[in-house]
T-cell receptor, first 114, second 116 residues
């Protein structure tokens, strides 16, 4: 069965600092991978997705993620964090196509210090 | 562009009451799903549907029913509410494998349900 782990429950960074959020998945074949962001009281917004091809994926709001098959990882990065990036971040994995039971990780809560 | 619309946004139920959470999408997505979100547990899949007349169970289906009579609508029914069902519920939709388009899931704004 597929699963997703996000080792960091909560991360605090200073505004302007770089950010890396970790995501590891378990799935037997090539997964479809997603990062979503959720601001307080809001729904989920897609930051970026990996289906195939280039393993470095660019997303919205200056985020990027790199798929590393050998490490079963899909870490999210941003070179310079803004105060508005404070939110909950979810990594998700799908099997084969977007419809096939997308499973979410537990989430990482990001706080940004001015 | 309405996207995915969930109603109501907030609901308080007494233990044992039943209710239906509504979800509608206008993007012609065949695939629709319901998740519940609880602190520290991310989103867990309750039920999903790959088209009208077809539904299946996700990770945590007990206590919930779904039906899919049209492509647009995918209501979630709580048969006899329990305090353990206090949660935030999200509906999502996306294209299906049959529709041949790879896209991500689009989410509604959520329904915050409290069972007392």
């Amino acid at each position: 069965a597929q699963s997703v782990t996000q080792p960091d429950i909560h991360i605090t960074v200073s505004e302007g600092a770089s950010l890396e959020l970790r995501c590891n998945y378990s799935y037997g074949a090539t997964p479809y991978l997603f990062w979503y962001v959720q601001s307080p009281g809001q729904g989920l917004q897609l930051l970026l997705k990996y289906f195939s091809g280039d393993t470095l994926v660019q997303g919205i709001k200056g985020f990027e993620a790199e798929f590393k098959r050998s490490q079963s990882s899909f870490n999210l990065r941003k070179p310079s964090v803004h105060w508005s990036d404070a939110a909950e971040y979810f990594c998700a994995v799908g099997r084969g196509t977007s419809y096939d039971k997308v499973i979410f990780g537990p989430g990482t809560s990001l706080s940004v210090i001015p | 562009n309405a996207g995915v619309t969930q109603t109501p946004k907030f609901q308080v139920l007494k233990t044992g009451q039943s209710m239906t959470l509504q979800c509608a999408q206008d993007m012609n997505h065949e695939y629709m799903s319901w998740y519940r979100q609880d602190p520290g547990m991310g989103l867990r899949l309750i039920h999903y549907s790959v088209g009208a007349g077809i539904t299946d169970q996700g990770e945590v289906p007990n206590g919930y029913n779904v039906s899919r009579s049209t492509t647009e609508d995918f209501p979630l029914r709580l048969l006899s509410a329990a305090p353990s069902q206090t949660s935030v519920y999200f509906c999502a939709s996306s294209y299906s494998r049959r529709q041949g388009k790879n896209t991500e899931a689009f989410f509604g704004q959520g329904t915050r349900l409290t069972v007392v």
